[in-house]
């Protein structure tokens, strides 16, 4: 096992990258150390053909509950946060800390590659708009959701004004961010923030089996997969179909893509290879 920092633990085996907060005695807030090995872990992640799926965690029975606000906040644009800023640098005006923030979450949602939260406990704040940018979402039956900024005051980050409501509604979303109130899992489930709920004990398991499918996968069809279902909300139905024709033609051009066929003709499981 690797990691960037004790708070932050990275795990790779066989083409999946676990990533997993550890913080549990804050409830995996996060800190600047959390957001640099974030940063990292991202960035080797696009540029190594052998990481193919990403799973985010927590330790300690919570996803994460928001940013760590534990060195207190004032309202004249500048937080204060130990010595430095939110990522790390030096300690700037809110709006730029929040782009900083804002650019990790964009690339964990426009990473070329699937991805996976496991959330169990709270996913709070800034902490929901990192589960949201993954690509599919397993919950415990114990986890909660929330859009807490409301009720300190805050207008949404995270991505959030964009993600929740593509995923469960405008009118659901306004809810959950003008109330700030926790939806629980169940809750969850049918709204269609998450995709599935199990018991506590069944979550890394359920959650290891997810990714690690997704790890063996065909990573470039994964890849073009992604990009067709993000794009098409904002694609007519002849812009989708002149998309799939030329992500189509792309994914023939692939090793895993003959593989597939081979598969198929000899009655066996593909063994995919990314390529």
Not at 83 to 112: F, Y
Not at 164 to 184: T, W
Not at 258 to 265: K, P
Request: glycine share 12%; hydrophobic share 40%; with cysteine.
């Amino acid at each position: 096992m690797t990691g960037s920092d004790e708070g932050t633990l990275v795990e790779r085996r066989d083409g999946l990258v676990i990533v997993t907060f550890n913080r549990p005695e804050k409830k995996n807030a996060l800190n600047a150390a959390n957001w640099a090995a974030l940063d990292q872990v991202l960035t080797e992640m696009a540029n190594n053909p052998a990481d193919r799926a990403l799973l985010l965690t927590g330790a300690g029975g919570n996803f994460s509950s928001g940013a760590d606000l534990s060195g207190g906040m004032k309202g004249n644009g500048s937080k204060q946060q130990g010595t430095g800023g939110l990522t790390g640098g030096p300690r700037q005006l809110i709006l730029h800390e929040m782009r900083a923030v804002g650019e990790i979450i964009g690339r964990l949602q426009r990473l070329p590659k699937p991805s996976i939260a496991a959330v169990d406990g709270v996913a709070v704040g800034v902490a929901l708009g990192l589960a949201l940018a993954c690509d599919l979402i397993i919950a415990s039956d114990r986890a909660r959701f929330s859009e807490v900024f409301v009720k300190r005051g805050l207008a949404l980050d995270g991505g959030t004004s964009w993600s929740l409501p593509r995923q469960i509604g405008l009118r659901r979303a306004k809810q959950m961010a003008y109330l700030g109130e926790s939806v629980p899992a169940s809750q969850a489930l049918d709204w269609g923030l998450v995709n599935e709920v199990v018991a506590p004990e069944q979550l890394t398991g359920t959650a290891l089996d997810w990714a690690g499918r997704l790890a063996s996968g065909p990573t470039t069809a994964l890849s073009l997969i992604k990009r067709l279902l993000d794009s098409s909300d904002s694609a007519s139905f002849s812009d989708a179909v002149e998309n799939e024709a030329r992500a189509q033609h792309i994914a023939f051009g692939t090793s895993d893509m003959a593989e597939g066929i081979a598969s198929f003709l000899e009655h066996r499981p593909p063994r995919f290879t990314g390529s």
